[in-house]
């Protein structure tokens, strides 16, 4: 049964510091992975996606991917209480057509 | 442009009534999915649609069947529903496989007493 994990938090953070997001996935043969923010009551909307190790930034955010670790992270510089949300990891499963999703880690920027 | 689209947003049934969820997308996509979300986990697929005629069971598709009517919707049908499929239930799309990104509908919110 392949596997992604994270931390369910809450993950606490002080508006303008770095919240640091991290996800681990048990398939060594991966090779999509996505991050995507969920407001209480609203649907998952993407936010990132990387495909090859190391790191890959957006603005205010960056996706790291270790793929020799099997872990990929998200980082949020400057966070704003706007970020207050749960994040989704969700990594290419058995089926290409298929993602595998963690249960997200709520997020909270306190201001 | 609406993307995804369901209906209806919110539904109460009682045990033993049959529903039908309804999901229609505009993007010209191939693929679609119907997941459902319990507080504090996270989303689980039911069944999903790689292309037009086909479907295929995902990770919790007891109690449930669907239909893809077309390229553009795919529905989700309750036969008989149970306290147990009581949760929050999202359609999305994906345009290809392979890496690509899935679009998710806004949900439907299903009590079943």
């Known amino acids: 049964q392949k596997e992604v994990e994270q931390n369910s938090g809450p993950l606490s953070v002080p508006e303008g510091a770095i919240a640091s997001l991290n996800c681990t996935y048990s398939?060594?043969?991966?090779?999509?992975f996505f991050w995507y923010r969920q407001y209480s009551g609203k649907s998952p909307e993407l936010i990132m996606f990387?495909?090859s190790n190391g790191d890959k930034e957006d603005g205010r955010f960056t996706a790291q991917l270790n793929k020799a670790s099997q872990y990929v992270s998200l980082l949020i510089r400057d966070s704003q209480p706007s970020d207050s949300a749960t994040y989704l990891c969700?990594?290419?499963?058995?089926?290409?057509?298929?993602?595998?999703w963690g249960a997200g880690t709520k997020l909270i920027i306190k201001p | 442009n609406a993307g995804v689209t369901q209906t209806p947003k919110f539904q109460v049934l009682k045990t033993g009534q049959s529903m039908t969820l309804q999901c229609a997308q505009d993007m010209n996509h191939n693929s679609m999915y119907w997941y459902r979300q319990d507080p504090g986990m996270g989303l689980r697929l039911i069944y999903y649609s790689a292309s037009e005629g086909t479907t295929d069971k995902g990770e919790v598709p007891n109690g449930y069947n669907v239909s893809r009517l077309n390229k553009r919707e795919f529905s989700l049908r309750l036969e008989s529903a149970a306290p147990s499929q009581t949760s929050v239930y999202f359609c999305?799309?994906?345009?290809?496989?392979?890496?690509?990104?899935?679009?998710f509908g806004p949900g439907t919110r299903l009590l079943v007493l």
């Open positions: 969700a990594v290419e499963g058995d089926s290409n057509y298929q993602l595998i």
């Open positions: 990387i495909y």
């Open positions: 999305a799309s994906m345009r290809l496989a392979g890496g690509e990104t899935q679009y």
């Open positions: 398939d060594r043969g991966s090779q999509s």
